[in-house]
């Protein structure tokens, strides 16, 4: 993985996390979802935080 590859997973990866805190601007969202749209490893990383999320609602009702 390039530098430059890896430093946009590292962005992604913070504006992943950041979104369960707060909603994100616009111009984030739209670079996360560019580069989820370019990069399975941080598309596949989404999906299973989601679904942690989700099970972790569940668990928690």
């Given at each position: 993985m390039g530098a430059e590859r890896?430093?946009?997973c590292r962005e992604a990866?913070?504006?992943l996390l950041l979104a369960f805190e707060r909603?994100?601007?616009d111009d984030e969202e739209r670079d996360l979802?560019?580069?989820l749209?370019?990069?399975g490893h941080c598309d596949n990383?989404?999906?299973q935080l989601r679904f942690l999320s989700a099970?972790?609602?569940r668990f928690a009702r």
């Open positions: 890896e430093f946009r990866v913070r504006l909603a994100l601007t979802k560019g580069h749209a370019a990069c990383y989404d999906r099970a972790a609602s």
